[in-house]
């Protein structure tokens, strides 16, 4: 599939302001002063709504994207757009109560937290529902972007701790690790297990042609390339995945773990290990569309 | 609305006879001029006389071999929207500009909501849906529903454009919801086939399979003997005999 940036980006910095805005729900930050409120509130609030704003300047009509916030009853899509709004004006009115020194009650701060994961999973929904891209319509497909929200959200927590000045004690540097190690043991296990699924059909399914025996692709139908091998036929990343995974895993998993094992206080390294964090998950996410393989590709004589 | 509604009883659609259709690409042809005047925004292309011309189509025809040896053959591949019962790029639409319409059975696009997302195109798995160009709106096969119910045309041109000009009749209009109606006696007759089953999708739109070849060792026509008059017998052997001795 075509990789489009503005997808990338928003798949990727929403994922990570939502994972953030998690933790800080259940108050792993705590924020002490106006300020901070202010600063922490402004941050997670702008990487959700820059990420969604982002999503859509790949339209056709961005000024109609309101209009997407309407099927929430059949459309994934929908459903995130709807999510995301009510989380963003949840913790919009979180922050505000915390600025204003009040508290969230318990059960608050509960649902917040439910609708925060609900709209990271309605994201990989998108893509997850999708049969015709066998290697999204994986069970595993939804895990990868839970756990990476959970831990990149966990990494900026501590980066945003030791930038506060507050401390950071053993037990969550560790947690950051291991949630970091599991969230990327669970992409691995994602692209050996959905990374190899095919689709069940075939160019004799595709055609109805299988009763004469072997099909194969005589003339297309244009000259040229056309809009759907534009966008369902991306082969570039194919050629070049192996090292593209690497990258992606040592920037995105290893260097933060390093990081965090060996200067798990320090916020200029912190800061750097959320970076790189970052720039590890736009190769996985450039990946995970430019790598699927769609079903029409089949009728081009592309195999399953 | 993209939920879908309750199956119609109504369900119109093609039948494509994969054993008639020679590829002329006349279908593809008539569907772009018919839909760049009609329904919605004109069906544009980009670089159209330059080196790379490209463009949004309804309706495209691809060609394939199948088989090998005496039994295998060329199979021209008319492909276009299937106006499935369970329409994956109806559900998805975020905007409700996809929808299925409950009285027929017609899938279209509602061009005035479409934001031009591509998730419909996406999720189809014919490659059906085509993201036009120059409008930024998602196109697709009307089943020209500007012509099918239109009645200022003369009534033999209220069938999609692309039936009405297939010169070898191996395109079908009609209700397959209906079992007596002739499309859906056609689609019995012929064991008339769903693309992708697997896919779930509950195509309307059904294929009949070219038919058998005739057995291999049925005595092939003799062109020769047929091209050969007659030998002559009695008066006429006579007159042919004696006309060769002349010269």
């Known amino acids: 599939m075509r990789p489009a940036w503005s997808i990338i980006f928003f798949t990727t910095i929403s994922g990570l302001g939502l994972g953030l805005a998690g933790w800080i729900v259940l108050g792993l930050l705590p924020l002490m002063t106006p300020a901070s409120v202010m600063g922490v509130g402004i941050g997670t609030l702008a990487l959700i709504g820059v990420g969604l704003i982002s999503s859509t300047f790949h339209l056709g009509h961005p000024e109609r994207a309101w209009r997407a916030l309407s099927q929430w009853r059949s459309s994934w899509l929908s459903r995130e757009g709807v999510l995301a709004v009510i ?12 600025y204003s020194g009040g508290r969230v009650p318990f059960w608050g701060n509960l649902v917040l937290l439910v609708l925060i994961y609900v709209t990271v999973y309605a994201t990989s929904m998108i893509y997850a529902s999708l049969k015709t891209v066998a290697r999204w319509h994986h069970p595993l497909t939804p895990i990868c972007y839970l756990m990476f929200a959970a831990a990149g959200g966990l990494l900026t927590t501590l980066a945003l701790l030791a930038i506060l000045r507050l401390p950071i004690t053993a037990a969550l540097a560790q947690a950051a690790i291991v949630l970091m190690l599991s969230a990327w043991g669970v992409k691995l296990a994602w692209w050996r297990l959905a990374g190899m699924a095919k689709h069940a059909g075939s160019i004799e399914s595709a055609t109805g042609l299988g009763a004469l025996g072997m099909v194969r692709p005589l003339m297309p139908p244009h000259t040229e390339e056309n809009y759907l091998q534009h966008e369902m036929g991306f082969v570039v990343a194919r050629r070049h995945a192996d090292k593209l995974r690497m990258i992606a895993l040592l920037l995105g998993g290893g260097l933060p773990v390093l990081i965090l094992v060996l200067a798990p206080a320090s916020a200029g390294a912190l800061a750097v290990a959320v970076l790189a964090h970052v720039a590890g ?14 079903v029409v590709t089949l009728y081009y004589g592309e195999t399953a | 609305m993209t939920m879908l509604p309750e199956a119609s009883a109504i369900k119109l659609g093609l039948v494509i006879d994969l054993d008639i259709c020679v590829g002329c690409q006349a279908c593809v042809v008539n569907c772009k001029e018919w839909n760049t005047a009609g329904y919605g925004a004109p069906l544009a292309d980009t670089d159209a006389y330059g080196e790379s011309p490209s463009g949004a189509w309804l309706n495209r025809v691809h060609a394939y071999e199948a088989g090998d040896g005496a039994g295998s053959r060329t199979v ?20 409700g500009a996809s929808f299925k319409r409950a ?27 085509e993201l036009d160009p120059a409008e930024g709106v998602m196109k697709k096969c009307t089943l020209c529903v500007d012509r099918i119910y239109n009645d200022n045309l003369p009534e033999e041109d209220r069938e999609p454009a692309c039936v009405r000009t297939c010169p070898t009749n191996a395109r079908h209009f009609g209700d397959l919801g209906d079992p007596n109606s002739e499309v859906s006696q056609m689609v019995a007759a012929r064991d008339g086939i769903d693309l992708m089953p697997e896919q779930g999708t509950k195509p309307v739109n059904k294929y009949l399979p ?27 052997k006579w007159v042919d005999s004696t006309l060769d001795r002349l010269g």
């Open chain 1, 281 to 294: 998950m736009f190769v996985e996410r450039w990946l995970f569309f430019a790598e699927a393989k769609h």
């Open chain 1, 87 to 98: 989380v963003m004006a949840g913790l919009a009115g979180w922050f505000a109560a915390a």
């Open chain 2, 103 to 129: 009285e027929d059975g017609i899938v279209l696009v509602n061009e005035d909501w479409c934001i031009g997302c591509g998730l419909c195109a996406w999720s189809c798995p014919y490659g059906a849906r």
């Open chain 2, 76 to 95: 021209h591949f008319p492909k276009s929207c299937l106006h499935c019962e369970d329409a994956p790029c109806v559900t998805v639409c975020p905007t």
């Open chain 2, 210 to 236: 070219p038919r058998p070849r005739r057995a291999a060792d049925e005595a092939p026509v003799s062109l020769v003997a047929m091209a050969e008059a007659d030998t002559p017998t009695g008066f006429w």
